[in-house]
C-alpha cells in the first residue's frame, strides 16, 4: 500500500477482510447461519422485519450516527439528540403503523440511543397492569398517542430494593376527595427515574398511602408533574436532573420534590386497592400486585443482558479473527490471536452465554406471560414464584453479563479501551443493570428467603411444584452420574448435579438458621449472620433453574444437524465451564467427586476446540448491523485497521492542525526564555 493511500483516512476497502473471509468460508456452519438468524429473531418473517426497520432508520443520519454521537457528543448535546431520536421514532411508529413488538425492534437497532425509553417500557406498562378499567379509558390513549409523556417514580434517594422503605406519602384528604403528595425528608427526594429530568409531564408515583393517620402501604399514583402548555413545573413540583453518570447520558435521569402536591382521588391506580370517597380503604390481592410492571421490566433486563453479551461477542470474535499477534509456530507468520487457546477461553463463555440467556429470557418472558394473565383473572397464586424468578435471573443475569463483558474488553487488547471499540461503552452501561431495578444481593436474598419458605414446606411434607419441586427429593438416594469422561457431555446427567448442588446449599443455609434460632438468636440476627450462605444457596438455586431453561429452550427447537451440533456445543461448554467456575461447592457438597472434576475440565478445553471452526459464522448468526453494536473492531467486514483510522476524522481535536490551546499556553510557556530563534 502506498503513503498517498495510508494517508486516506476516509477509505475504507470495499472488500471483505481476507481473513475474515477466511472463517465464514472454512466453517461448516456458514451455509445455516439464516436459521439460527430466525431462532433467535422468532422466525424469518421477523428477520426481514428487523432488516426493513433498520433500512428505515440507518438512512437517516440521526440514527445512523448513534455510536459516533455517543462518543463525540458533550452531555447536553446527547440529550437534545436523544429526545430527537424519541420525537422522530414516535412518529415513524405512527407512520408505518408498527405494533409494540416493533417499535421494540427499531429501540433494539438504535441500541436504546433515545431518552424517553421510560415512558414505553414502565409507564405505559404500569397503566396497563395498576388500573382500572375505567382509568384505562381514561388514560391509556393519552399515553399511547404521546399526548402525555410519562415515567415511573419509585426509588429515592435513601431507598432503593426496600420498597418498604420508602419515604414518599400520599395523604387522602376526604373533603376535597384528593391525595396530597410529599416527599417529607431529604431521602424521600424521588431520585434516578429515566426521563424525569427534564422531559417528561407525569409520573406514577409510589408511595405510602395515609388515611386518617394509618398507613395502608405502597401505591401508583398518577401525577402530573409539568405544565402540558408551556412545560413548566407545577405547584408544588421541583423537578431536575441528577447530573452525568457513567454512561446512558442520552437520558435525562431526574430527582423529583414534592410539596404539598394536590391529585385527585381517581388517579391513584386502582386495580389492585381502592379508596372509597369517603376514604375506606380496600385491597384486592397481595401487595407485591402493584409491582407487576417492575417483575416484568426485571424480565426484559434478562433479555436485554442476552442482546448485550450478542453485541459484545460480535466485537471481540471478528476482532479476534482479524487480530495477528506472535506465533504458536516460528516458521509461520504472525497467528490469528483466536487460534490461541486462552483467547477463546476468555471470548467463547460470553458468546455461550448470549445464547444461554437468550433461550433462558424466552423461557422466563413465556411463564410471566402466563402468570400474568392468571393475575388479570384474580388467581394470584404463582405471584410469589414469579416474583422469585424475575428477581433472581435479573440479578444472576446482570451479575454474568458485568464479568463477562470486562473480559471482553479485555481480550481486545489495548485497542479494545479505545472509546470506539464501543466496548467501554458496553461495559459501563452493564454495570446499570447491576442495580437498576433491585440491586443485586438485595435480590438474591428475596430468592433465598422464598427458598427458605419452600425447604421448610417440603420437610413438613408439602409436596411443591414450580422450581423448587426438587427440594422435595431424598438426597440419601443420589449418587454422582458422571460415570466416565463421556457423560460430561451429556447436559441431563450434568443438570442433575446442578440440582444435587442446589439442594444441599439449601439445606446447608436451613440448618445453619435453624441452628442459631434454636441456639437463642433472635430471626432477624440468625438472618443476618448467615446471609454470605443464603446467597450462595440462592445463586446455586438460579443456575441450575438456568440451565434447565437453557436445556429445555433448545429441546424444542426443531433445526438441521449442523446448526443443532453448533449450539449444543455451547450448550455443553456453558453447563460445563460453570461447574468448573464454581468447582468448590461442588466439590463440597459432593455433588460431584475429583475424578469428575478433572474430566470436567478437559471437556471445557476440549469444547473450545469444537467451538473454534464456527465462532465467526455463530456471531454472523446474531446479524448485528455494523450500526447497532457502533464499533470499529467488530464491523462484518473485518476492516478494523482503516476503520480506526477513519474514526480519528470524527475527534474534535483533529479539526485544526494547531489546537488554540498552543497559542494560549504552550506556546508563551517554551517561549519564555527564548532571546534568539534557533
Not at 503513503?3 to 476497502?13: F, R, S, T, V
Not at 408439602?462 to 427440594?471: A, K, M
Given at each position: 500500500?502506498?503513503?498517498?493511500?495510508?494517508?486516506?483516512?476516509?477509505?475504507?476497502?470495499?472488500?471483505?477482510?481476507?481473513?475474515?473471509?477466511?472463517?465464514?468460508?472454512?466453517?461448516?456452519?456458514?451455509?445455516?447461519?439464516s436459521?439460527?438468524?430466525?431462532?433467535?429473531?422468532?422466525?424469518r418473517?421477523?428477520?426481514?422485519?428487523r432488516?426493513?426497520?433498520?433500512?428505515?432508520?440507518?438512512?437517516?443520519?440521526?440514527?445512523?450516527d448513534?455510536?459516533?454521537?455517543?462518543?463525540?457528543?458533550?452531555?447536553?448535546?446527547?440529550y437534545?439528540?436523544?429526545?430527537?431520536?424519541?420525537?422522530?421514532?414516535?412518529?415513524l411508529?405512527?407512520e408505518?403503523?408498527?405494533?409494540?413488538?416493533?417499535?421494540?425492534i427499531?429501540?433494539?437497532?438504535?441500541?436504546?440511543?433515545?431518552?424517553?425509553?421510560?415512558?414505553t417500557?414502565m409507564?405505559?406498562?404500569?397503566?396497563?397492569?395498576l388500573?382500572?378499567?375505567?382509568?384505562?379509558?381514561?388514560?391509556?390513549?393519552?399515553?399511547?398517542?404521546?399526548?402525555?409523556?410519562?415515567?415511573?417514580?419509585?426509588?429515592?434517594?435513601?431507598?432503593?430494593?426496600?420498597?418498604?422503605g420508602?419515604?414518599?406519602?400520599?395523604?387522602?384528604?376526604?373533603?376535597?376527595?384528593?391525595?396530597?403528595?410529599?416527599?417529607?425528608?431529604v431521602?424521600?427526594?424521588k431520585?434516578?427515574?429515566?426521563?424525569?429530568?427534564?422531559?417528561?409531564n407525569?409520573?406514577?408515583?409510589?408511595?405510602?398511602?395515609?388515611?386518617?393517620?394509618?398507613?395502608?402501604?405502597?401505591?401508583p399514583?398518577?401525577?402530573?408533574?409539568?405544565?402540558?402548555?408551556?412545560?413548566?413545573?407545577?405547584?408544588?413540583?421541583?423537578?431536575?436532573?441528577?447530573?452525568?453518570?457513567?454512561?446512558?447520558?442520552t437520558?435525562?435521569?431526574?430527582?423529583?420534590?414534592?410539596?404539598n402536591?394536590?391529585?385527585?382521588?381517581e388517579?391513584?391506580?386502582?386495580?389492585?386497592?381502592?379508596?372509597?370517597?369517603?376514604?375506606?380503604?380496600?385491597?384486592?390481592?397481595?401487595?407485591?400486585?402493584?409491582?407487576?410492571?417492575?417483575?416484568?421490566?426485571?424480565v426484559?433486563?434478562?433479555?436485554w443482558?442476552?442482546?448485550?453479551?450478542?453485541?459484545?461477542?460480535?466485537?471481540?470474535v471478528?476482532?479476534?479473527?482479524?487480530?495477528?499477534?506472535?506465533?504458536?509456530?516460528?516458521?509461520?507468520?504472525?497467528?490469528?490471536?483466536?487460534?490461541?487457546?486462552?483467547?477463546?477461553?476468555?471470548v467463547?463463555?460470553?458468546?455461550?452465554?448470549?445464547?444461554?440467556?437468550?433461550?433462558?429470557?424466552?423461557?422466563?418472558?413465556?411463564?410471566y406471560?402466563?402468570?400474568?394473565?392468571?393475575?388479570?383473572?384474580?388467581?394470584?397464586?404463582?405471584?410469589?414464584?414469579i416474583?422469585?424468578q424475575?428477581?433472581?435471573?435479573?440479578?444472576?443475569?446482570?451479575?454474568?453479563?458485568?464479568?463477562l463483558?470486562?473480559?471482553?474488553?479485555?481480550?481486545?487488547?489495548g485497542?479494545?479501551?479505545?472509546?470506539?471499540?464501543?466496548?467501554?461503552?458496553?461495559?459501563?452501561?452493564?454495570?446499570?443493570l447491576?442495580?437498576?431495578e433491585?440491586?443485586?444481593?438485595?435480590?438474591?436474598?428475596?430468592?433465598?428467603?422464598?427458598?427458605?419458605k419452600?425447604?421448610?414446606?417440603?420437610?413438613?411434607?408439602?409436596?411443591?411444584?414450580?422450581?423448587?419441586?426438587?427440594?422435595?427429593m431424598?438426597?440419601?438416594?443420589?449418587?454422582?452420574?458422571?460415570?466416565?469422561?463421556g457423560d460430561?457431555?451429556?447436559?441431563?446427567?450434568?443438570?442433575?448435579?446442578?440440582?444435587?448442588?442446589?439442594?444441599r446449599?439449601?439445606?446447608?443455609a436451613?440448618?445453619?438458621?435453624?441452628?442459631?434460632?434454636?441456639?437463642?438468636?433472635?430471626?432477624h440476627?440468625?438472618?443476618?449472620?448467615?446471609l454470605?450462605?443464603?446467597?450462595?444457596?440462592?445463586r446455586?438455586h438460579?443456575?441450575?433453574?438456568?440451565?434447565?431453561?437453557?436445556?429445555?429452550?433448545?429441546?424444542?427447537?426443531?433445526?438441521?444437524?449442523p446448526?443443532?451440533?453448533?449450539?449444543?456445543?455451547?450448550?455443553?461448554?456453558?453447563?460445563v465451564?460453570?461447574?468448573?467456575?464454581?468447582a468448590?461447592?461442588?466439590l463440597?457438597?459432593?455433588?460431584?467427586?475429583?475424578?469428575?472434576?478433572?474430566?470436567?475440565?478437559?471437556?471445557?478445553?476440549?469444547?473450545?476446540?469444537?467451538?473454534?471452526?464456527?465462532?465467526?459464522?455463530?456471531?454472523?448468526?446474531?446479524?448485528?448491523h455494523d450500526?447497532?453494536?457502533?464499533?470499529?473492531?467488530?464491523?462484518?467486514?473485518?476492516?478494523?485497521?482503516?476503520?480506526?483510522?477513519?474514526?480519528?476524522?470524527?475527534?474534535?481535536?483533529?479539526?485544526?492542525?494547531?489546537?488554540?490551546?498552543?497559542?494560549?499556553?504552550?506556546?508563551?510557556?517554551?517561549?519564555?526564555?527564548?532571546?534568539?530563534?534557533?
Open positions: 500500500m502506498s503513503a498517498a493511500a495510508i494517508l486516506d483516512l476516509g477509505k475504507i476497502p470495499s472488500k471483505v477482510n481476507p481473513e475474515l473471509q477466511s472463517e465464514r468460508n472454512c466453517s461448516s456452519l456458514t451455509p445455516y447461519i436459521e439460527i438468524t430466525a431462532i433467535v429473531d422468532g422466525g418473517n421477523n428477520t426481514e422485519k432488516r426493513q426497520i433498520e433500512r428505515i432508520l440507518f438512512k437517516d443520519p440521526l440514527f445512523r448513534c455510536a459516533i454521537d455517543s462518543v463525540y457528543k458533550p452531555r447536553e448535546e446527547l437534545a439528540r436523544g429526545v430527537e431520536r424519541s420525537v422522530r421514532l414516535f412518529a411508529k405512527e408505518y403503523n408498527w405494533t409494540d413488538e416493533e417499535f421494540g427499531a429501540v433494539y437497532v438504535i441500541n436504546h440511543q433515545y431518552s424517553l425509553g421510560l415512558h417500557v409507564f405505559i406498562p404500569a397503566l396497563e397492569r388500573s382500572t378499567e375505567q382509568q384505562k379509558a381514561k388514560w391509556l390513549h393519552l399515553a399511547r398517542n404521546y399526548q402525555i409523556i410519562g415515567t415511573y417514580a419509585q426509588t429515592e434517594l435513601g431507598h432503593g430494593t426496600n420498597l418498604q420508602l419515604e414518599t406519602i400520599a395523604t387522602y384528604d376526604a373533603t376535597t376527595e384528593e391525595f396530597i403528595l410529599n416527599t417529607p425528608t431521602t424521600s427526594i431520585w434516578w427515574p429515566g426521563a424525569l429530568g427534564k422531559s417528561v407525569y409520573a406514577i408515583i409510589l408511595a405510602t398511602l395515609i388515611i386518617d393517620g394509618k398507613k395502608h402501604g405502597m401505591h399514583f398518577l401525577t402530573p408533574l409539568r405544565s402540558t402548555e408551556d412545560h413548566k413545573p407545577l405547584p408544588g413540583v421541583k423537578v431536575g436532573d441528577i447530573g452525568p453518570k457513567l454512561t446512558f447520558n437520558v435525562d435521569n431526574g430527582y423529583l420534590i414534592l410539596n402536591v394536590r391529585i385527585p382521588r388517579n391513584m391506580l386502582m386495580k389492585n386497592a381502592q379508596v372509597s370517597r369517603e376514604g375506606h380503604f380496600t385491597s384486592r390481592g397481595p401487595s407485591k400486585a402493584n409491582y407487576s410492571a417492575m417483575i416484568l421490566v426485571r426484559t433486563i434478562v433479555n443482558c442476552s442482546v448485550i453479551l450478542s453485541n459484545s461477542s460480535t466485537i471481540t471478528r476482532y479476534s479473527a482479524v487480530r495477528r499477534q506472535s506465533t504458536l509456530d516460528s516458521s509461520e507468520k504472525e497467528s490469528k490471536i483466536l487460534d490461541y487457546q486462552t483467547q477463546q477461553y476468555k467463547f463463555p460470553s458468546l455461550a452465554t448470549a445464547y444461554a440467556l437468550f433461550f433462558v429470557s424466552k423461557t422466563l418472558k413465556n411463564r406471560l402466563k402468570t400474568y394473565a392468571e393475575i388479570m383473572k384474580g388467581n394470584f397464586k404463582n405471584l410469589p414464584e416474583h422469585c424475575s428477581a433472581g435471573m435479573k440479578a444472576m443475569s446482570a451479575e454474568m453479563t458485568v464479568e463483558l470486562e473480559i471482553s474488553r479485555q481480550a481486545c487488547g485497542h479494545g479501551y479505545l472509546a470506539a471499540s464501543a466496548l467501554g461503552d458496553v461495559v459501563a452501561s452493564a454495570k446499570a447491576v442495580t437498576v433491585g440491586e443485586n444481593t438485595v435480590l438474591y436474598l428475596q430468592v433465598a428467603r422464598y427458598l427458605m419452600r425447604f421448610a414446606a417440603a420437610v413438613s411434607g408439602e409436596r411443591l411444584s414450580g422450581s423448587t419441586e426438587y427440594l422435595c431424598d438426597p440419601i438416594k443420589y449418587t454422582c452420574p458422571i460415570n466416565s469422561p460430561c457431555m451429556n447436559v441431563s446427567l450434568l443438570c442433575q448435579v446442578y440440582r444435587f448442588r442446589a439442594y446449599m439449601i439445606s446447608k436451613a440448618r445453619m438458621l435453624q441452628r442459631d434460632i434454636e441456639g437463642g438468636k433472635k430471626q440476627e440468625a438472618m443476618n449472620d448467615n454470605v450462605q443464603l446467597v450462595r444457596a440462592a446455586a438460579l443456575l441450575y433453574c438456568m440451565m434447565v431453561d437453557y436445556k429445555e429452550g433448545m429441546n424444542q427447537l426443531q433445526i438441521s444437524v446448526v443443532s451440533k453448533a449450539l449444543n456445543n455451547l450448550l455443553v461448554f456453558f453447563t465451564f460453570n461447574i468448573v467456575k464454581n468448590g461447592d461442588f463440597e457438597t459432593e455433588s460431584i467427586g475429583l475424578p469428575q472434576m478433572e474430566w470436567l475440565k478437559e471437556t471445557e478445553v476440549k469444547m473450545l476446540a469444537e467451538i473454534r471452526p464456527d465462532a465467526v459464522s455463530l456471531v454472523d448468526a446474531f446479524d448485528i450500526n447497532t453494536h457502533g464499533s470499529v473492531l467488530g464491523c462484518y467486514d473485518g476492516n478494523v485497521y482503516e476503520r480506526m483510522l477513519k474514526s480519528t476524522q470524527n475527534e474534535p481535536l483533529n479539526q485544526s492542525d494547531v489546537h488554540y490551546s498552543f497559542h494560549q499556553h504552550l506556546k508563551p510557556f517554551l517561549q519564555r526564555n527564548n532571546t534568539s530563534k534557533l
